[in-house]
């Protein structure tokens, strides 16, 4: 009788002993449990969890999806639960979550990989690359040794880490410990994606710094395509990352002058009218100084050709304006204050000794914010131009079209301007 009392009492102490282990297990198990996210469920059937004491996160199957459920994680407030929306986006997805992360995936949801860029693309990086380090102020980017390392047939993209941040491209240049962001919708068919996103004309990004030096370069009566110079010194330009304006004749606008000037608005030109005829506007009444004046304007805006450009300002022959002919459109008016003579001097001079004076003349009468005139249809003219442009470059001056330097010199609603 005795041991069997004392059996009863080791099992009733076993199972005793059995249920305060299991409520304590139960406790220390609950404890690390969420009871917030019990049952919680993704609106996608094939979701997986990442979760920890705090945070659960759904994530579509893949490696990094789940790195990024991870990192979201390590950020995320106390019982965070983020579910996912899946957007398709061309032949690609976007993942996105309430708390603003998102990234692109492939249809494995993972990471998409760029593998090339185009040469188009390539000018499309160089401009942003100068665009951007300029607007952050880094002296680097305004030296001539940056702008000829960074000219599109000449940037080094070898050693740069891509990455897609929301719809910007990132792009890691190690030679300047620079990260560069563009937009997605600029550069995914230069990187062989389709995003989905709508084809829309590209113009080159520029940015202006007040604190340094500016002087405007200005050309009348082109465009000239059969010389080419008018192409000539548009290269050049872009080049160095500056701009001019181009005053142009209606009359020598076509298909193909037309294709030439869009071209140069993607490399950051500006176009204006200088009439439709090179008429002196003095002479004409105010509708003929109006169709004189607008019918280049009209001949870019209402193109055929998808060109829709809105020009600013105007220019008069001969700078000949008064009251009237300033104020017979709403464009305004551009004169000079530093005369090349390039017109002048071609006929007094062959070629190298015009190519001199004009450099001369235009370095020894300039200063900080001229607008200096030249003629894009001469040779000479343009080869001097080209020379000018590396040397202000050099000197650390900006080369700027005429809005440009107005907006930076906060100048609006004149009736006409002509730098100083």
Not at 137 to 161: G, H, M, Q, R
Not at 202 to 215: A, G
């Amino acid at each position: 009788m005795a041991k069997s009392n004392n059996f009863k009492l080791a099992v009733n102490f076993t199972i005793k002993e059995t249920l305060v282990m299991l409520a304590v297990a139960f406790l220390v198990f609950g404890l690390q449990i969420n009871w917030h996210f019990f049952n919680k469920e993704s609106v996608h059937e094939d979701a997986y969890k990442y979760q920890t004491k705090t945070c659960l996160v759904f994530y579509p199957k893949s490696v990094y999806a789940r790195e990024t459920a991870a990192k979201i994680c390590e950020t995320a407030p106390k019982n965070a639960i983020y579910d996912y929306a899946l957007i398709p986006y061309g032949d690609y997805y976007l993942v996105q979550y309430p708390n603003g992360v998102s990234y692109y995936c492939d249809k494995n949801y993972e990471e998409i990989k760029i593998q090339n860029i185009s040469s188009e693309g390539k000018q499309i990086v160089s401009d942003y690359l100068r665009y951007s380090m300029k607007k952050d102020e880094l002296d680097v980017a305004y030296t001539y040794e940056f702008l000829i390392e960074t000219k599109p047939d000449n940037i080094d993209l070898s050693e740069c880490k891509y990455e897609i941040v929301d719809k910007e491209l990132k792009i890691y240049f190690p030679k300047y410990d620079y990260d560069l962001l563009i937009p997605l919708k600029y550069m995914q068919e230069a990187c062989d994606l389709n995003l989905g996103y709508e084809n829309e004309l590209y113009i080159k990004p520029r940015y202006i710094s007040k604190n340094r030096k500016m002087i405007c370069f200005t050309f009348d009566d082109g465009p000239d395509m059969n010389l080419k110079t008018s192409k000539q010194i548009v290269d050049k330009l872009y080049e160095l990352d500056s701009a001019a304006t181009f005053f142009v004749l209606g009359n020598r606008l076509n298909s193909k002058t037309i294709a030439f000037c869009k071209e140069s608005v993607e490399k950051g030109m500006e176009y204006g009218s200088h009439t439709q005829s090179h008429a002196n506007l003095l002479k004409l009444s105010s509708n003929d100084i109006y169709t004189e004046i607008m019918t280049p304007f009209h001949d870019l805006y209402d193109s055929e050709y998808g060109f829709s450009y809105m020009m600013k300002v105007f220019r008069p022959p001969y700078g000949n304006h008064n009251n009237l002919v300033d104020n017979a459109t709403n464009l305004t008016p551009i004169l000079w204050n530093v005369d090349s003579l390039d017109w002048k001097y071609r006929t007094m001079y062959n070629h190298d000794e015009c190519v001199k004076v004009i450099f001369d003349k235009v370095v020894h009468d300039s200063d900080e914010n001229d607008i200096v005139l030249f003629h894009d249809i001469y040779q000479t003219s343009v080869d001097a131009a080209c020379n000018l442009a590396e040397h202000y470059i050099k000197e650390g001056y900006q080369i700027v079209c005429a809005s440009e330097l107005m907006n930076a010199l906060d100048i609006s609603n004149v009736s006409y301007f002509s730098g100083r």
